[in-house]
């Protein structure tokens, strides 16, 4: 198993690709430590990863507050003694053109889907520091990359991500830590799904590979990234999009 052994915190863990990222740690050893705000979400999601075999806890917290991020690691740390790896994978979207866009809508994504990255990350890398050993996983988007309309504050998000990941990559590198980024692209999600229809039909007449990804697609990535094959990896950003950019 690639992971036996490893401590495995992920946020936004409850449904769609963390909750796929879970079940695959889980499958290949680890204890995942499932973060989310949505508590039955959460536990619905851990009993299904032990009656696979797997270990999972389960810890309810805002990701966009640095309080509530930093408890969540020290209790991991003192129940476990460690943490190996930190999948940073809670987003949200709360789409508007940016005419229309309140900036209370600005604010929820900024601070879930950038400052939630720097909470995790922040609250772990100590840990991380002293082990000097340690894999951070950052989800970023394709909307990062190339922009999309409708999403000024995602796109920021997600882009700010990118620029976080290479600069933490850069700070920790000499310990032992890689850090990296995996950006989706069309997604088989809920949040994508939600989505018109003529919408989703113009994104895959212009994906190569003319299929939507699902969320096992994604999670391989962020699994070769935190396996021990990838130690030589850091400050990268794997694009997972069928082509779509490229």
Same mark, same amino acid.
């Given at each position: 198993?690639?992971? #036996?052994?490893?401590?495995?915190?992920?946020t936004g863990a409850s449904q769609g690709i963390g909750e796929t990222i879970a079940r695959e740690f889980a499958a290949?050893?680890?204890?995942?430590?499932?973060?989310?705000?949505?508590?039955?979400?959460l536990e619905?999601?851990?009993?299904?990863? #032990?009656?696979?075999?797997?270990?999972a806890v389960v810890r309810t917290a805002d990701v966009s507050r640095l309080d509530q991020a930093t408890?969540?690691?020290e209790s991991v740390v003192k129940e476990f003694g460690k943490i190996d790896h930190l999948v940073n994978n809670a987003g949200i979207t709360r789409d508007n053109l940016l005419l229309r866009?309140?900036?209370?809508?600005?604010?929820?994504?900024? +601070?879930?889907?950038?400052? +939630?990255?720097?909470?995790?990350?922040?609250?772990?890398?100590?840990?991380m520091l002293s082990a000097r050993s340690g894999r951070?996983?950052?989800?970023?988007?394709?909307?990062?990359a190339m922009g999309n309309p409708g999403q000024t504050n995602y796109s920021a998000a997600k882009a700010g991500l990118i620029g976080f990941t290479k600069s933490l990559a850069r700070?920790? +590198?000499?310990? +032992?830590?890689?850090?990296?980024?995996?950006?989706?692209?069309?997604?088989?999600?809920?949040m994508f799904d939600a989505l018109p229809d003529a919408v989703k039909q113009s994104f895959l007449a212009a994906i190569p590979l003319q299929r939507f990804g699902e969320p096992v697609d994604v999670a391989g990535?962020?699994?070769?990234?935190?396996?021990?094959?990838?130690?030589?990896?850091?400050?990268?950003?794997?694009?997972?999009?069928g082509g779509l950019y490229m």
């Open positions: 198993m690639l992971f #036996e052994n490893r401590i495995s915190i992920i290949e050893g680890a204890t995942v430590v499932l973060v989310d705000i949505q508590k039955e979400k619905s999601v851990a009993a299904a990863v #032990e009656a696979a075999g797997g270990r408890a969540v690691a866009m309140k900036e209370e809508e600005w604010d929820a994504v900024i +601070g879930v889907n950038l400052k +939630g990255i720097f909470n995790f990350s922040k609250a772990v890398v100590r840990t951070i996983v950052n989800m970023s988007s394709i909307a990062g700070e920790v +590198g000499s310990r +032992g830590i890689t850090v990296n980024a995996v950006a989706p692209g069309c997604i088989s999600t809920a990535a962020v699994r070769f990234l935190c396996s021990d094959a990838a130690a030589y990896i850091t400050g990268q950003v794997i694009h997972v999009n």
